[in-house]
């Protein structure tokens, strides 16, 4: 069943992990975010999910500024060339639709099938922000509880320097 934005919290109160939550109106780029996060502290990141062409599943959460070369990760991860995934099958694994794409969303992906690739740049910010399942809001944790819950859900990331040459 997938998770509401209130499971959500509540998963994270279970789990010890402060959290704090501004609405504001659905934001589907990171540009268009600009002004909202301009008034939040922290890291903000921006999620990609991708297929392999062996259907191997990736979640990815970066910084908003850093550049993600889509033709080179999959030499990084050991994996085929990698594409965007299509929305249906995201809603299926991560119950989210596009634009509301986030690290919360592993919550949903049980038992784990997708790989979870954390930005270096954005854990290095202690805080970092995240929609809670929906575009409309926007979710602060501190980068150590996003490891964390990121773990409880099944799904150890791997940390990437997308700035390393090769990247």
Partial sequence: MTATRAGLFAYLDDLGIRHSTMEHREVFTVKEGADIKANLPGG?????????????????????????????LHKTLGCARLSFGRAE??????????????????????????????????????????HPLKNNATTAISSADLIRFAKATGHTPTVLDFDAPGL
Avoid: C, W, Y
């Fill in 44 to 72: 903000h990141s921006k999620n990609l999910f991708l297929k392999d062409k062996k259907g191997a599943f990736f979640l990815i959460s970066a910084l908003g500024s850093t550049q993600i070369r889509l033709n080179q």
């Fill in 89 to 130: 099958i995201m809603e299926a694994m991560l119950g989210v639709t596009p634009g509301s794409v986030t690290a919360f969303a592993l919550i949903n992906d049980q038992p784990p099938q997708i790989s979870f690739i954390l930005d270096q740049a954005l854990i290095a910010h202690d805080i970092v922000n995240f």
